[in-house]
């Protein structure tokens, strides 16, 4: 098989290997760069996606890459290399805008906020101020826990509430910074917010921004390392209704509620149960 043709049969083969918010957040946008001497390098969005690539994905998508080209291959990951390329290849962001549309530059450890629009009413759904908080914040929590996160519960949904809480402008003073955000929301603990890398036998983290992500609440990236590192955020400022495969990760009564709550609103249940969809913030990705 051609190198061109292995990594779309890879990622075919890999995304029945895992969950599908895993893939979409961390695979689906790859590409091979290059391929030379038995090394696949492939292109991501980010130097987030890359290091959750290469210590927690790596040893099963080669294992996945040796088993369809027939001998031990080698993978090498890595940014795109030039700011307009890795835009181009970067998937939608939430709120329906194809580009990642420039923002101020922040200093480094500081963080960027670009609210963006979503009105759930485009698809014929109500918005109400507490849906968020009965439903939104119970469900980032199960999916928190389908992540192998049980013990974060409301963080993911509190981290939501508080990036929605900043805007992105001429004003530095007011961004955050990775550390602010985990006084706000984790007691300080930063990998609450980022997550952790395995390393000398301690197992990989996730953080609550792994969970939003994998939802599509939050589109991130990232330059630089460590300390001096720099992120822009984009957040969906409303959120949308939750979905039939979406509740069904909730416990028997906040779904028995939330079948009431549709019905209250006017809305017709029997419509709501066809939904096909993972979640209508994709919605934003198909406008």
């Given at each position: 098989?051609?190198?061109?043709?292995?990594?779309?049969?890879?990622?075919?083969?890999?995304?029945?290997?895992?969950?599908?918010?895993?893939?979409?957040?961390?695979?689906?946008?790859?590409?091979?760069?290059e391929?030379?001497?038995?090394?696949?390098?492939?292109?991501?969005?980010?130097?987030?996606?890359?290091?959750?690539?290469?210590?927690?994905?790596?040893?099963?998508?080669?294992?996945?890459?040796?088993?369809?080209?027939?001998?031990?291959?080698?993978?090498?990951?890595?940014?795109?290399?030039?700011?307009q390329?890795?835009?181009?290849?970067?998937?939608?962001?939430?709120?329906?805008?194809?580009?990642?549309?420039?923002?101020?530059e922040?200093?480094?450890?500081?963080?960027?906020v670009?609210?963006?629009?979503?009105?759930?009413?485009?698809?014929?759904?109500?918005?109400?101020?507490?849906?968020?908080?009965?439903?939104?914040?119970?469900?980032?929590?199960?999916?928190?826990?389908?992540?192998?996160?049980?013990?974060?519960g409301?963080?993911?949904?509190?981290?939501?509430?508080?990036?929605?809480?900043?805007?992105?402008?001429?004003?530095?003073?007011?961004?955050?910074?990775?550390?602010?955000?985990?006084?706000?929301?984790?007691?300080?603990?930063?990998?609450?917010?980022?997550?952790?890398?395995?390393?000398?036998?301690?197992?990989?983290?996730?953080?609550?921004?792994?969970?939003?992500?994998?939802?599509?609440?939050?589109?991130?990236?990232?330059?630089?390392?460590?300390?001096?590192?720099?992120?822009?955020?984009?957040?969906?400022?409303?959120?949308?209704?939750?979905?039939?495969?979406?509740?069904?990760?909730?416990?028997?009564?906040?779904?028995?509620?939330h079948?009431?709550?549709?019905?209250?609103?006017?809305?017709?249940?029997?419509?709501?149960?066809?939904?096909?969809?993972?979640?209508?913030?994709?919605i934003?990705?198909?406008?």
């Amino acid at each position: 098989m051609k190198p061109e043709l292995v990594w779309p049969a890879t990622l075919g083969e890999l995304q029945l290997q895992m969950t599908q918010a895993t893939f979409d957040t961390w695979l689906r946008d790859s590409t091979l760069l290059e391929y030379r001497d038995g090394v696949f390098v492939v292109g991501v969005k980010s130097g987030y996606a890359k290091d959750w690539l290469e210590n927690r994905l790596l040893a099963t998508i080669k294992r996945t890459l040796a088993r369809l080209t027939g001998q031990p291959v080698e993978i090498q990951f890595t940014v795109f290399a030039g700011e307009q390329l890795e835009r181009r290849k970067e998937p939608a962001a939430p709120g329906g805008a194809s580009e990642f549309v420039p923002v101020p530059e922040p200093q480094p450890g500081e963080i960027a906020v670009e609210l963006v629009e979503f009105d759930p009413t485009r698809k014929g759904y109500v918005q109400t101020p507490n849906y968020a908080v009965q439903f939104w914040q119970p469900y980032l929590a199960a999916v928190a826990t389908k992540m192998g996160a049980p013990r974060m519960g409301g963080l993911p949904f509190s981290l939501w509430l508080t990036l929605r809480s900043y805007a992105w402008g001429a004003n530095r003073e007011s961004w955050p910074s990775i550390e602010r955000l985990a006084d706000i929301c984790a007691g300080g603990n930063r990998h609450s917010i980022t997550g952790r890398n395995a390393c000398r036998g301690r197992g990989a983290q996730i953080g609550a921004l792994d969970v939003l992500e994998a939802e599509r609440l939050v589109w991130a990236r990232s330059s630089g390392e460590g300390p001096t590192t720099r992120y822009w955020f984009r957040v969906l400022d409303s959120l949308p209704l939750l979905t039939p495969m979406q509740i069904v990760l909730l416990s028997p009564h906040p779904q028995r509620a939330h079948a009431q709550f549709v019905k209250r609103c006017g809305l017709d249940y029997e419509e709501w149960q066809q939904l096909t969809a993972a979640t209508l913030a994709s919605i934003a990705e198909e406008s």
